[in-house]
């Protein structure tokens, strides 16, 4: 229940058009009891927005415009669309009596019967267009199929029985083909979920294994796999170890060893070995169906082409339509020319003026896009990320698990206060395992220390950027970086020559100190990922330039620059710093941000384009994130920037396409050179063009 209402998601099978949308707008939007109406035409559903209680009032205005609504499950899912296929054989039956229609006519046989074989040739193919047809006028909309149910009729009013015949059947027979091609990338996505076993095998309460449908397994539950299997909902492993193929989320091949401890998630492929895993998610809330809803509620949200086209063709429809009335009146009554002849050109222009290939165009273009873009480990939240990552200036990129594995070692141990060297490991060890920071992790791990061992700490608190602080045995301690010993006013010469030389190196130093003096130095480095180097280069050679944001020191940060290729490096950036640097960087153009932590969100946020690295299993990141790579491969920035710029051409190709066909056969009937035949092939030839111009973008 939302405050302005109930929210009710309703698909409907026969919307996956824009004309569905116009006539189910203007039935819907009049209604005191809808407040507002979300179309998502790729999936079929529509989501209202109603008064409590108005629901049925709503379905039943559905119903009258002779669709069929169905309302989710009891789980609050709707189920997968399915369309009855319709029955070939009355329209393979049209065809060859509209054809016989034309024999009569070229034989000169009698016309009773050119018109009797055209008029069954109609009936057959065209009653589902006029049914259509007729709702649309009744509504006062003028789309596709009323303008085709009045062209056709007006053909057979001046005698034009064979060509009124094949018309409608070319254009029934076109709007399957268009129909088949956009269940295409309509099922693009959806049809990752058929990678999903329908049962596991969960383990019984007496011990035993027996096969369970998924969607009946709830979270705690214990579940098998053998190899080969498919992995059937997200877990974590609790005995056995084996290797996974995680392609269906990650979008690479390569196996990834997993042992106990580790997540698994649903649809991925069990290469070897055989395992036991804790089911951690619900079958409708794997990562797996995360991403698939998320790339499905991208399909519904207009990306900037998509919107100007839907607002070109709202005025587009009604001028021609106009056109066509005055060009079948004004010839005759003013230049004394012949009224069939000028009708006939009217009823062609009629059939030109439908723009359903010029909308369609856009989002069969986009989904094709998300779609590609998912199959590969790029999650993008929205049609609106995937055309403006072409216009990518800059590129800001965090480098803690971004540009480096995230896994720092201890390199360096030095005392500095002359104190027992056990004892400060032990504190710092103490400290760092309170956090989650990889470098503090480094260090935690250095010093090899049981659980039981650590210190008690208390009042233990983060410092974004700096470092954590805890008491310890009544004494307040700090284990933190360069700009933290600064602040705390214990920075001396001697140190300061020493930080600075570890510092050049590449190497991040973290001090452990009390309220009086430092005690010891920790260093950690970190090693840069080979992949880092490559998307860098590929960044680069799409014109992209760099610049690496971090919270450790300059000297660090340029260490790692110089390694990777980064154009710019930025040190002792505290969550505020990266803000102000994304800021700054907008006046060249748009700025994407790369990072993983919650010291990025900020700056994520800002950028025109945040990109969220190793989202795999991540709710936040999958919801959040403009774009989320479910793995930690930078590479797929430039993939993506590339993907954003093939998805622009086909756009522009897809625009050219609709309206320059159109064009050309709009002079050829004004010159009266122009025939319903040709004009039923401008119409859907232009549809079936774009569609499969758009799909191109699933092989990218």
Same mark, same amino acid.
């Given at each position: 229940?939302?405050?302005?209402?109930?929210?009710?998601?309703?698909?409907?099978? %026969?919307?996956?058009?824009?004309?569905?949308?116009?006539?189910?707008?203007?039935?819907?939007?009049?209604?005191?009891?809808?407040?507002?109406?979300?179309?998502?035409?790729?999936?079929?559903?529509?989501?209202?927005?109603?008064?409590?209680?108005?629901?049925?009032?709503?379905?039943?205005?559905?119903?009258?415009?002779?669709?069929?609504?169905? +309302?989710?499950?009891?789980?609050?899912?709707?189920?997968?669309?399915?369309?009855?296929?319709?029955?070939?054989?009355?329209?393979?039956?049209?065809?060859?009596?509209? *054809?016989?229609?034309?024999?009569?006519?070229?034989?000169? =046989?009698?016309?009773?019967?050119?018109?009797?074989?055209?008029?069954?040739?109609?009936?057959?193919?065209?009653?589902?267009?006029?049914?259509?047809?007729?709702?649309?006028? /009744?509504?006062?909309?003028?789309?596709?199929?009323?303008?085709?149910?009045?062209?056709?009729?007006?053909?057979?009013?001046?005698?034009?029985?064979?060509?009124?015949?094949?018309?409608?059947?070319?254009?029934t027979i076109a709007e399957r083909i268009e129909a088949r091609s956009l269940d295409r990338a309509r099922n693009a996505i959806a049809g990752l979920l058929k990678l999903v076993p329908e049962t596991v095998t969960v383990q019984q309460e007496d011990g035993s294994w027996q096969e369970v449908a998924a969607d009946a397994v709830t979270v705690g539950r214990v579940v098998r796999v053998r190899p080969g299997e498919r992995i059937g909902l997200d877990g974590e492993i609790v005995s056995g170890r084996s290797s996974i193929n995680q392609a269906p989320i990650t979008g690479e091949s390569l196996p990834v060893d997993k042992i106990e401890g580790d997540a698994v998630f649903a649809g991925t492929i069990n290469e070897a070995g055989s395992f036991a895993y804790r089911v951690t998610a619900a079958a409708s809330n794997t990562t797996l169906a995360r991403i698939i809803h998320a790339v499905e509620e991208a399909q519904g949200a207009k990306a900037p082409t998509q919107r100007f086209v839907d607002r070109f063709a709202h005025i587009y429809t009604p001028v021609v339509f106009a056109g066509a009335l005055l060009l079948a009146i004004l010839p005759p009554l003013l230049l004394d020319a012949g009224w069939h002849d000028w009708i006939y050109k009217a009823l062609v222009l009629l059939v030109i003026a439908c723009p359903c290939a010029l909308v369609i165009s856009t989002p069969v273009t986009i989904v094709s896009g998300l779609?590609?873009?998912?199959?590969?480990?790029?999650?993008?939240?929205?049609?609106?990320?995937?055309?403006?990552?072409?216009? *990518?200036?800059?590129?800001?990129?965090?480098?803690?698990?971004?540009?480096?594995?995230?896994?720092?070692?201890?390199?360096?141990?030095?005392?500095?206060?002359? /104190?027992?060297?056990?004892?400060?490991?032990?504190?710092?060890?103490?400290?760092?395992?309170?956090?989650?920071?990889?470098?503090?992790?480094?260090?935690?791990?250095?010093?090899?220390?049981?659980?039981?061992? @650590?210190?008690?700490?208390?009042?233990?608190?983060?410092?974004?950027?700096?470092?954590?602080?805890?008491?310890?045995?009544?004494?307040?301690?700090?284990?933190? &970086? !360069?700009?933290?010993? !600064?602040?705390?006013?214990?920075?001396?010469?001697?140190?300061?020559?020493?930080?600075?030389?570890?510092?050049?190196?590449? $190497?991040?130093?973290?001090?452990?100190?009390?309220?009086? %003096?430092?005690?010891?130095?920790?260093?950690?480095?970190?090693?840069? $990922?080979?992949?880092?180097?490559?998307?860098?280069?590929?960044?680069?050679?799409?014109?992209?330039?760099?610049?690496?944001?971090?919270?450790? &020191?300059?000297?660090?940060?340029?260490?790692?620059?110089?390694?990777?290729?980064?154009?710019?490096? @930025?040190?002792?950036?505290?969550?505020?710093?990266?803000?102000?640097?994304?800021?700054?960087?907008? /006046?060249?153009?748009?700025?994407?941000?790369?990072?993983?932590?919650?010291?990025?969100?900020?700056?994520?946020?800002?950028?025109?384009?945040?990109?969220?690295?190793?989202?795999?299993?991540?709710?936040?990141?999958?919801?959040?994130?403009?774009?989320?790579?479910?793995?930690?491969?930078?590479?797929?920035?430039?993939?993506?920037?590339?993907?954003? !710029?093939?998805?622009?051409?086909?756009?522009?190709?897809?625009?050219?396409?609709? +309206?320059?066909?159109?064009?050309?056969?709009?002079?050829?009937?004004?010159?009266?050179?122009?025939?319903?035949?040709?004009?039923?092939?401008?119409?859907?030839?232009?549809?079936?063009?774009?569609?499969?111009?758009? *799909?191109?973008? =699933?092989?990218?």
């Amino acid at each position: 229940m939302l405050a302005e209402g109930v929210r009710t998601p309703i698909r409907i099978m %026969q919307m996956d058009c824009p004309t569905e949308e116009v006539l189910i707008r203007k039935k819907l939007g009049g209604m005191d009891t809808v407040k507002s109406l979300e179309f998502n035409l790729m999936q079929r559903v529509l989501t209202v927005v109603h008064t409590p209680g108005s629901l049925e009032s709503v379905l039943e205005a559905v119903r009258t415009l002779g669709f069929t609504p169905e +309302l989710p499950d009891t789980r609050g899912q709707l189920r997968a669309g399915r369309e009855t296929a319709k029955p070939w054989w009355p329209l393979a039956l049209a065809g060859v009596t509209a *054809l016989m229609s034309e024999v009569a006519g070229w034989m000169a =046989l009698p016309a009773w019967l050119a018109a009797s074989l055209g008029i069954l040739a109609v009936a057959l193919s065209g009653v589902t267009t006029y049914k259509k047809g007729w709702l649309a006028i /009744r509504n006062g909309n003028l789309n596709i199929n009323a303008l085709m149910s009045i062209a056709v009729t007006g053909a057979l009013a001046l005698g034009q029985w064979p060509e009124a015949a094949m018309v409608m059947v070319l254009f029934t027979i076109a709007e399957r083909i268009e129909a088949r091609s956009l269940d295409r990338a309509r099922n693009a996505i959806a049809g990752l979920l058929k990678l999903v076993p329908e049962t596991v095998t969960v383990q019984q309460e007496d011990g035993s294994w027996q096969e369970v449908a998924a969607d009946a397994v709830t979270v705690g539950r214990v579940v098998r796999v053998r190899p080969g299997e498919r992995i059937g909902l997200d877990g974590e492993i609790v005995s056995g170890r084996s290797s996974i193929n995680q392609a269906p989320i990650t979008g690479e091949s390569l196996p990834v060893d997993k042992i106990e401890g580790d997540a698994v998630f649903a649809g991925t492929i069990n290469e070897a070995g055989s395992f036991a895993y804790r089911v951690t998610a619900a079958a409708s809330n794997t990562t797996l169906a995360r991403i698939i809803h998320a790339v499905e509620e991208a399909q519904g949200a207009k990306a900037p082409t998509q919107r100007f086209v839907d607002r070109f063709a709202h005025i587009y429809t009604p001028v021609v339509f106009a056109g066509a009335l005055l060009l079948a009146i004004l010839p005759p009554l003013l230049l004394d020319a012949g009224w069939h002849d000028w009708i006939y050109k009217a009823l062609v222009l009629l059939v030109i003026a439908c723009p359903c290939a010029l909308v369609i165009s856009t989002p069969v273009t986009i989904v094709s896009g998300l779609a590609a873009a998912a199959r590969h480990g790029i999650l993008i939240k929205g049609g609106v990320y995937l055309e403006e990552g072409r216009k *990518l200036v800059w590129l800001a990129l965090d480098k803690t698990g971004t540009l480096t594995h995230g896994r720092p070692a201890q390199t360096d141990f030095e005392l500095w206060a002359g /104190r027992d060297a056990g004892h400060c490991r032990r504190l710092a060890a103490s400290l760092a395992g309170r956090s989650d920071h990889p470098v503090s992790q480094a260090i935690a791990r250095a010093a090899n220390l049981d659980a039981g061992t @650590h210190a008690q700490v208390a009042d233990f608190e983060a410092l974004p950027g700096r470092g954590v602080r805890g008491v310890i045995d009544g004494i307040t301690y700090t284990l933190g &970086n !360069h700009r933290l010993l !600064h602040e705390l006013g214990l920075c001396s010469p001697e140190l300061e020559m020493r930080l600075d030389m570890l510092e050049r190196q590449g $190497k991040t130093v973290v001090m452990l100190s009390d309220n009086r %003096q430092a005690l010891a130095l920790f260093a950690v480095a970190d090693t840069v $990922k080979d992949t880092s180097r490559a998307a860098i280069a590929e960044l680069h050679r799409l014109g992209i330039r760099t610049v690496m944001l971090t919270g450790d &020191n300059p000297h660090t940060a340029e260490a790692i620059a110089q390694q990777v290729g980064i154009d710019r490096a @930025h040190g002792n950036q505290l969550p505020e710093n990266k803000l102000q640097a994304v800021a700054a960087l907008e /006046r060249d153009g748009a700025v994407g941000m790369v990072g993983d932590g919650i010291n990025d969100a900020p700056a994520l946020a800002r950028a025109h384009i945040g990109f969220a690295m190793g989202a795999m299993g991540t709710d936040a990141a999958i919801e959040t994130a403009d774009v989320a790579l479910m793995d930690d491969d930078l590479r797929k920035i430039p993939a993506f920037v590339r993907l954003s !710029h093939a998805t622009r051409a086909v756009l522009l190709q897809n625009i050219m396409l609709a +309206l320059g066909i159109k064009g050309v056969f709009l002079v050829l009937t004004l010159l009266g050179l122009g025939s319903m035949w040709m004009a039923v092939f401008a119409d859907v030839g232009a549809s079936l063009l774009v569609v499969a111009n758009g *799909l191109r973008l =699933l092989r990218k």
